[in-house]
């Protein structure tokens, strides 16, 4: 059984929040992701899924973004 994670994806080129709702506009349509919030003055996005990390990279790099980093979220504020 596959349970949901969430994690933290740090990507460069998020510049607005037009590029900000792209991103998780994109990670939604994916099946395995329940949730997706994007901050471009951070340059994170908090996801909630069950995909591997790869996909989640993939997805986002689709969209326009290179990803620095994805990380386990801890606590509320990642």
Do not use: H, W, Y
């Not at 080129?13 to 951070?42: H, I, P, Q, T, Y």
């Not at 997805?59 to 326009?64: I, K, R, S, W």
């Amino acid at each position: 059984m596959m349970f949901t994670m969430k994690k933290v994806i740090e990507v460069e080129d998020m510049c607005c929040k037009k590029c900000a709702e792209r991103a998780e506009k994109k990670l939604l349509l994916l099946g395995g992701v329940s949730g997706a919030k994007a901050n471009f003055k951070k340059g994170v996005i908090f996801v909630e899924s069950d995909l591997p990390d790869e996909a989640l990279a993939s997805c986002v790099e689709d969209a326009g973004f290179k990803v620095k980093e994805i990380r386990p979220r801890k606590g509320i504020f990642g």
